[in-house]
T-cell receptor, first 114, second 115 residues
């Protein structure tokens, strides 16, 4: 069935390095994608989003890249800090019938080593 | 704003017992979503409401699960009878609009353990 998934379940980086978290999606009709950050004991928190008519979007220290040809999404975190340690989820906005659903991937755990 | 408030934070119950999870959305938000999170299946949408009316409950696993929203400031998710496979973290989220571009705000979740 259709799904949103992640290539790597875990990622460990050194403080100050750049991090890249990847995500594959299979529904070519999805028009909107979001990256969420979830810290231990908390709910998912919005990081950055991108519409399907864009290839790249930048925020503060984060960049999302969208490659619709291969249905691939990535989140780049510049100068990774210990506070960036969390699980990161990509999510796609999927329209079905008269409703919209935010479908989440399974997540990548990012660990930042001091 | 206190954000989306869920209670209890943790719940341990015995198999067969009824469990009720509670959620208070952000004031002014007219969409409310219930998600379940497990290691195996990730975050799954169970049901969502608009103006207190259930819109899509296709994610509700089975008849043992029910959700209500009696007013704009309160929703419940009930499991009766509970089973060990229901063990998960249940999140409530609210939004001003259905489209996630308007921003879903998640609560801190209820960790349910059924023994």
């Amino acid at each position: 069935g259709e799904s949103v998934g992640l290539h790597l379940p875990t990622l460990s980086v050194q403080e100050g390095d750049n991090s890249i978290i990847n995500c594959a999606y299979s529904n070519s009709a999805s028009d909107y994608f979001i990256w969420y950050k979830q810290e231990s004991g908390k709910g998912p928190q919005f990081i950055i989003d991108i519409r399907s008519n864009m290839d790249k979007r930048q925020g503060q220290r984060v960049t999302v890249l969208l490659n619709k040809t291969v249905k691939h999404l990535s989140l780049q975190i510049a100068a990774t800090q210990p506070g960036d340690s969390a699980v990161y989820f990509c999510a796609e906005n999927r329209r079905q019938g008269g409703s919209e659903k935010l479908v989440f991937g399974k997540g990548t755990k990012l660990t930042v080593n001091p | 704003d206190a954000g989306v408030i869920q209670s209890p934070r943790h719940e341990v119950t015995e198999m067969g017992q009824e469990v009720t999870l509670r959620c208070k959305p952000i004031s002014g938000h007219d969409y409310l979503f219930w998600y379940r999170q497990t290691m195996m299946r990730g975050l799954e949408l169970l049901i969502y409401f608009n103006n207190n009316v259930p819109i899509d409950d296709s994610g509700m696993p089975e008849d043992r699960f029910s959700a209500k929203m009696p007013n704009a400031s309160f929703s419940t998710l009930k499991i009766q009878p509970s089973e060990p496979r229901d063990s998960a973290v249940y999140f409530c989220a609210s939004s001003f609009m259905a489209e996630p571009i308007y921003g879903y705000t998640f609560g801190s979740g209820t960790r349910l353990t059924v023994v």
